[in-house]
Structure formats: C-alpha cells, structure tokens
C-alpha cells in the first residue's frame, strides 16, 4: 500500500526564495498534518487539516508560511520568503479519524536555506 | 547568543535484553497515546496505541503501560535487536480539545 508520499525529498535553496513542499495523504484519510522537525525544537505540529478545511494553524511560525488543501489527495505548504531559520525537517502526516487514530507519516522533505 | 540542541536521552542495551523507555506526558485531558519510532532519514513509524480507559496493551514484542496517575507511558520491547536502534517518540493525543503533542524522544542504541 502506498504511504504517505512527499516531495521533493531534499531541497537546498537561498534566502529569500519561495519554497513549496509538496504532500499526497493515504487514500481514504481526511486528516493531513504538517511537522517540522529540528534539532532544538524536536517535532513541532505546524497546521492540520480535516476535509480539507484548516482546524489549527497556532503552530505555524509566521506569516511567511501558509498551506493549503485543494482537494482530499494533495497539501501544500509554503514559505515564502524562506530564511535561514526555516532549515529543518518538514513532515507530512495522514490519519483517519483525528485524534483516535494513528498518524501516519511521510519520510520529510529536509529544507536548508542558504 | 549560543543555540543549545535537543540532547535526547540514550539508552543502551544488549542484544537479546529487554529494553523499557519513559515517557512523562503533560496533559491530563491526553485520552489517547502512540508510540513511534523513527530510523535515520525516515519519518516516524507507528508502532502501539493506547486509550486512557486500558492500562497495558501488548504487541509483536511491544507492550505499552500507562500510569494515568501519575501521567506516564513506557513502551517495552522483547528481545532487543539491531534493528530496533532508533530514536523512540510518544505521543499524547487529548482529542476533544483537538490537541497534539510529541515528546522528545529516546535513543535506544542496540550493541550486537
């Protein structure tokens, strides 16, 4: 069975420039969350989704981050513009039912911003 | 000023030896806990679940235990081996609320 699937896996850019991650949640789930992992913060929740609609974006950093849920097999999130700081580990992560089920994640997109 | 990284515990064990790791959850509204486990360059992997009306939930050689008393979960695992080396983190779920929390995990170092 196909996971949760990111893209792109690594991505090296500068600062300043928009960055897009890229998501593709397990069929049939209609939870997707964004992480973001780091050495000194550990796994942040930034943003979740049900049926495609934002629940919390309390974690998201700043305004320079936003995501986005088309449709119920495709997120985004995105920073525009990235800096430095924003270098981590950004994970993506599908369950069914929320807070009574299991999240299932992506294998990350490792972001370093030059 | 001086940026201090996350210094997760390490726990060592042999092969073959049972390996027990803590975990203090901070919400007491947390209904529901998972433990995962992440290998280097990979997300974290589901491993058990537990609801706050159980206490002890067993698996392939897993078990969780959870003190809602005093708010902690161990995961336990049989017969250690290498492929188990990974860094181990819980997870508190307090559903009502729709909150989300991860600890910082434990490194669980397997020598042969």
């Known amino acids: 069975d196909a996971g949760v699937i990111q893209s792109p896996r690594h991505e090296v850019t500068e600062m300043g420039q928009e960055v897009t991650l890229r998501c593709k949640p397990i069929?049939?789930?209609?939870?997707l969350f964004w992480y973001r992992q780091t050495m000194m913060r550990g796994l942040e929740l930034l943003i979740y989704f049900n049926n495609n609609v934002p629940i919390d974006d309390s974690g998201m950093p700043e305004d320079r981050f936003s995501a986005k849920m088309p449709n119920a097999s495709f997120s985004t999130l995105k920073i525009q513009p990235s800096e430095p700081r924003d270098s981590a580990v950004y994970f993506c992560a599908s369950s069914t039912g929320g807070g009574n089920q299991p999240q299932h994640f992506g294998d990350g997109t490792r972001l370093s911003i030059l | 000023g001086e940026s201090v990284g996350l210094h997760l515990p390490t726990l060592s064990v042999q092969e073959g030896d049972n390996s027990i790791i803590n975990c203090a959850y901070s919400?007491?509204?947390?209904?529901?806990f998972i433990w995962y486990k992440q290998e280097s360059g990979k997300g974290p992997q589901f491993i058990i679940d537990i609801r706050s009306n159980m206490d002890k939930r067993q698996g392939q050689r897993v078990t969780v235990l959870l003190n809602k008393t005093v708010k902690h979960l161990s995961l336990q695992i049989a017969a250690t081996q290498p492929g188990d080396s990974a860094v181990y983190f819980c997870?508190?779920?307090?559903?009502?609320?729709?909150?989300?929390?991860f600890g910082s995990g434990t490194k669980l170092n397997v020598k042969p």
């Open positions: 069929s049939g789930h209609d939870y």
């Open positions: 919400n007491s509204a947390s209904d529901y």
């Open positions: 997870a508190e779920i307090a559903y009502n609320f729709n909150k989300f929390y």
